[in-house]
């Protein structure tokens, strides 16, 4: 089973590049923001809590979210492996996530990091603000916190799977369609290794 974490800033392109790589390599992609979206729109008590962390640019608590992932991982009993978008985002979200997928007989293969200059990233969030109607894209002081959350919080999740020779940074700069060629060969080169 191929368990990828996609791995990246916001703005990075992991939604875009999960959606090719969930084609090429027959995965379920599971994005947390997506999850939470669902949820918000449904207007569900869980979709209320996680909006109001979502629209200050703050994490999600985390049990929240390892139940909502476990719940969808669960829905995909026979799937040939996942991609994770947007989590695990903290230290303690890799060990839970981890324990789960050993749960279940598998674990995490490898962690993808897209690597995207910060001014790129602003500009690539204010631009998708015009055209998705998320608020949290819309404004570049909200923009900067997730950012800011991200390097301060997040970030240190890249040594949980550094520590387990898991790790692999890929160059997000470029078209798409460059970024989902270096994520292939990184794929395609470790999938070697199995």
């Known amino acids: 089973m191929l368990n990828i974490v996609l791995f990246g800033p916001p703005g990075a392109g992991k939604g875009t590049q999960a959606e090719k790589l969930t084609n090429k390599y027959n995965l379920v992609h599971l994005s947390t923001g997506d999850i939470f979206r669902a949820n918000i729109k449904g207007e569900t008590d869980l979709g209320t809590l996680a909006k109001s962390y979502m629209d200050g640019g703050n994490l999600v608590p985390d049990e929240v979210t390892i139940k909502m992932l476990e719940a969808e991982v669960d829905k995909n009993p026979n799937a040939e492996g996942f991609i994770f978008d947007g989590f695990p985002r903290t230290t303690p979200q890799a060990k839970a996530l981890e324990d789960f997928m050993k749960g279940k007989g598998t674990t995490i293969s490898v962690m993808m990091a897209l690597d995207?200059?910060?001014?790129?990233?602003i500009k690539r969030l204010l631009s998708r603000g015009k055209d998705s109607g998320r608020a949290d894209d819309a404004n570049e002081e909200v923009i900067a916190n997730r950012i800011g959350?991200?390097?301060?919080q997040t970030a240190v999740v890249a040594d949980f799977y550094n520590k387990q020779n898991k790790f692999q940074k890929i160059d997000g700069m470029g078209s798409i369609d460059e970024?989902?060629?270096?994520?292939?060969?990184?794929i395609d080169a470790f999938k070697v290794q199995l």
């Open 116 to 121: 995207v200059a910060e001014q790129e990233l």
């Open 149 to 152: 959350v991200y390097n301060n």
């Open 179 to 186: 970024i989902f060629g270096r994520l292939c060969a990184a």
